[in-house]
């Protein structure tokens, strides 16, 4: 059974950071990529980044580019997002996601975990 287990939301100060991590079981790690969505009330989701674990290879929305980083610890079966200097545009649930790499880029997961929420404070 897949499972998406996201850790590490928390209140952070504007221009801060924090790590958020995604622990991944009950599937063969290379089969899908991981990304990242989050979602707010007000907004409606909105796509974030994907990593690819066989090549490495990431894309990143716009938004969140040069900010934000994914990772991978390949023994701890963990995707990491680390987000660097924080505003208010990005308070939201953050949620990863497992979907092929084609799906994954448009959003389109098969699977994803319950959220952790990340508040921005001024």
């Known amino acids: 059974q897949v499972q998406l287990v996201e850790s590490g939301g928390g209140l952070v100060q504007t221009g801060g950071s924090l790590r958020l991590s995604c622990a991944n079981s009950g599937y063969d790690f290379g089969d899908y990529a991981i990304g990242w969505y989050r979602e707010d009330p007000g907004k409606g989701p909105q796509w974030i980044s994907c990593?690819?674990?066989?090549?490495?290879?990431?894309r990143y929305a716009d938004s969140v580019k040069g900010r934000f980083t994914t990772s991978i610890d390949y023994v701890k079966r963990i995707v990491y997002l680390q987000t660097e200097s924080v505003n208010a545009e990005d308070t939201a649930a953050y949620y990863c996601?497992?979907?092929?790499?084609?799906?994954?880029?448009?959003?389109?997961?098969?699977?994803w975990g319950h959220g952790t929420q990340v508040t921005v404070s001024s």
């Open positions: 996601g497992a979907a092929p790499w084609s799906y994954c880029v448009r959003g389109e997961f098969r699977f």
């Open positions: 990593i690819e674990p066989g090549s490495g290879s990431t």
